[in-house]
């Protein structure tokens, strides 16, 4: 009893700690310590949770349930915190010092508490909790930069549309309430069962019910009718809170509709299947064509995210365990691409803010393969394989979705997912064309060099990533089993 | 005709919607969405304590004392983002908030600009 | 647990409902953009002052001050949502509910130590 949560209890009672620590004047020094000590329980907690998967499995008082797939998710949370939190290391040396105060590690550790809370929720009420936890201290994180006002409009924007969405989360829990009586999924997911076998007018109810609480959720993954936050988000906030939504939130988000589509809705999967054929399908769609405008790669990079949650969802509608084993299997691959891909950005970016110029549009990056070789080779990697170019991971997610697709008999979608996919691979390429085939646009440029804390703190994540999108290809079934043994 | 459970779904329904509407054709200050943030919050409460007091069960009533709680942290929280805002822009106009806008609207150069009109922020 | 289905059945005209309420709160605020007539004078939009012509602007600044105390109030005041139940049912709960109560109140007596110490209670 109380085991299988012992992470996030600690994670609430060491931020506890650290709140009194915000007290000291040498907040930069403090700060610094706190990355470094935060990074190091992470480390352990992701070496002890990997030695035994099973070890923390069970159900807390109904509230909760620790199942192997809740388990990796975490580990999948964990490893992108100890990545993101070497990042906030490795700013200090920048002279950035965005984060330096205790409270952000505070705020971190909540929100950290709020996700692993969140994806093992096994109640409606438990799920809202852990929900509104979580996207609390993302407003904080996203508000912390006080004086810049793209950054404070960004996360006005976000604030006001994620807590409609959780608003409309909640009128949908409402009404499976009105019907079932009870919010428990083990109790929701019986009584739908009996309610579905007999005609009745309840089932209209149900089904309002459950749209209203998977577009709450859809919302966290930013598919289509739920997906003007993205690129504005993207573009104004500071970079490390963006890579923390591009990652964390998206894990989160398709862990819950995950446990939420297997669990309570199981029997109404004849409607959720449409609902996301839908969705994805639209997603890649408009992610796609709208990304084809954009000058700002970061506004560019929230388009294409709507379009890789659009395969995620497409995936799901193949339905039955199959389906949604691929979308997990397409996260993974997902976060790792984006996670190298952002951390390598946020890299580029301190290091040319240093000596005085900007990475932020496209045209930015002219010339960038001659300022920085090593650099852009790594982009050039990443940028492949979140297009889907053959050796590479992202290629085996989309293949695997259409191959669902294809099993499904839903190859008219199939078709159409990989025709937009195929437009949508010129803006990755663009981006190539941009660093390797034109001039900088100042003639007298320096190469950057070689530094070895920035090689520990930026460039060790990025490389552990880029082995991972390299090496898929050689042993792709590990993934496909481990992921199989993940669902039983 | 008695009042049954549906009348308060009903007026439940009614508020849900027009906080949304609020939010949609609200286009002044921000606090007005506040405002409406947190009567989408009550319109959703008065169903679960209708459900509630339909099932004689107590789990509506004990959403109801969270989501309560959960809508003053997040309007507190929302409050505090508005005054960085402010403090930013000396504004807090809905429309004034085009920092962030597609590429795309730009190029056609009809993106809502600022009134100018300095909104207080009471 | 299953659902007294007989009483559910009474359920389906929500669904109606909800598109009548859908209708209802529609229908006025598109009526008053139709068909309100807007001719707004200055004696109009002024402030009414009981008959004197106004004598200032009615919308004041606020003392960004308020907004903090409030903030924190807000807070506070809904700590006695959850003391109350507890109070009612007290007796029922015993030691468990005690802790629990001691455990939740220690958590609030943190936020409020911070608070104070950072200076958010100070007017100066």
């Known amino acids: 009893m109380g085991a299988p949560i012992f992470a996030e209890v600690s994670f609430v009672i060491v931020a506890f700690v650290y709140l009194f620590l915000s007290f000291v004047r040498d907040q930069k020094r403090i700060a610094q310590l706190l990355s470094y000590i935060t990074l190091g329980i992470l480390v352990s907690l992701f070496l002890y949770f990997i030695g035994d998967l099973e070890r923390f499995i069970g159900n807390i008082g109904g509230f909760f349930n620790v199942t192997k797939l809740v388990m990796s998710s975490k580990l999948l949370i964990l490893f992108v915190s100890i990545v993101l939190l070497s990042l906030v290391g490795g700013t200090f040396f920048w002279k950035d010092y965005l984060f330096a105060r205790a409270e952000f590690f505070v705020i971190f550790l909540f929100m950290l508490a709020g996700s692993f809370l969140m994806i093992e929720a096994f109640d409606f009420l438990s799920l809202y909790l852990a929900m509104e936890l979580q996207a609390l201290s993302l407003y904080v994180l996203l508000a912390f930069k006080k004086d810049d006002p793209a950054a404070i409009e960004a996360a006005v924007k976000y604030f006001v549309l994620s807590s409609v969405a959780s608003g409309v989360f909640l009128y949908g829990v409402s009404f499976i309430y009105g019907v079932v009586g009870d919010t428990n999924f083990l109790l929701v997911y019986e009584a739908l069962n009996s309610i579905l076998s007999v005609e009745g007018s309840e089932k209209t109810i149900i089904y309002i019910g459950m749209a209203l609480v998977l577009s709450g959720l859809v919302f966290k993954i930013s598919l289509v009718p739920f997906h003007m936050w993205p690129p504005d988000i993207y573009q104004g906030a500071p970079i490390w809170v963006v890579t923390l939504l591009a990652t964390v939130s998206k894990i989160v988000g398709v862990t819950v509709i995950i446990n939420l589509l297997t669990g309570p809705f199981k029997a109404l999967s004849d409607q959720w299947e449409l609902f996301f054929l839908v969705l994805g399908l639209l997603s890649i769609a408009i992610g796609s064509l709208s990304a084809l405008a954009q000058n700002n790669l970061l506004r560019f990079l929230g388009f294409s995210t709507i379009a890789h949650m659009g395969f995620i969802s497409l995936s799901m509608a193949g339905g039955d365990y199959m389906g949604l084993e691929k979308a997990y299997v397409y996260l993974i691959i997902y976060v790792v691409m984006i996670l190298g891909f952002f951390s390598l950005l946020m890299e580029g970016k301190y290091r040319l803010k240093y000596i005085g110029k900007k990475l932020e549009n496209l045209d930015d990056f002219a010339g960038f393969s001659k300022i920085a070789p090593g650099m852009s080779f790594m982009l050039a990697l990443f940028l492949f394989s979140l297009a889907g170019i053959p050796p590479l991971a992202g290629f085996f997610a989309k293949l695997y979705v259409v191959i669902v697709l294809v099993r499904e008999n839903l190859t008219v979608y199939a078709v159409l997912a990989l025709l937009f996919s195929i437009l949508g691979a010129f803006y990755y390429l663009r981006l190539i064309k941009f660093m390797y085939f034109d001039e900088p646009k100042d003639k007298n440029f320096t190469c950057l060099e070689f530094d070895f804390k920035t090689f520990i703190f930026f460039r060790v994540p990025s490389l552990l990533c880029m082995l991972f999108i390299i090496f898929y290809a050689i042993w792709p079934n590990r993934l496909i089993n481990f992921v199989t043994f993940i669902f039983e | 005709m008695s009042i049954g459970t549906y009348h308060y779904v009903f007026i439940g329904a009614i508020l849900f919607y027009l906080s949304l509407l609020g939010m949609i054709i609200n286009r002044k200050s921000l606090i007005h969405l506040l405002v409406c943030l947190e009567l989408l919050l009550l319109a959703v409460n008065i169903n679960f304590v209708a459900f509630s007091s339909a099932f004689l069960g107590i789990r509506g009533q004990i959403f109801t004392v969270f989501i309560l709680t959960i809508s003053a942290a997040e309007i507190a929280i929302g409050l505090s983002i508005i005054v960085v805002y402010f403090r930013n822009r000396g504004s807090i106009l809905v429309d004034d908030a085009t920092t962030l806008v597609d590429d795309a609207t730009t190029l056609v150069d009809d993106a809502p600009k600022g009134k100018g009109s300095i909104h207080d922020i009471s | ?124």
């Open chain 3, 1 to 124: 647990m299953h659902a007294p289905n007989e009483f559910l059945e009474n359920y389906f005209p929500i669904l109606l409902f909800m598109g009548v309420a859908a209708f209802v709160s529609v229908v006025p605020v598109t009526l008053a953009f139709l068909r309100a007539k807007r001719n707004s004078y200055a004696a109009k939009t002024s402030a009414y002052e009981c008959g004197f012509s106004p004598m200032s602007d009615t919308r004041q600044r606020f003392d960004i001050r308020f907004y903090l105390v409030a903030i924190l109030f807000v807070i506070f005041d809904l700590e006695i949502a959850f003391l109350l139940p507890w109070a009612v049912a007290f007796k029922g709960m015993e030691l468990y509910g005690l802790v629990s109560m001691l455990f939740f109140l220690s958590v609030l007596i943190i936020g409020f130590v911070y608070e104070w110490k950072k200076g958010a209670l100070d007017w100066e």
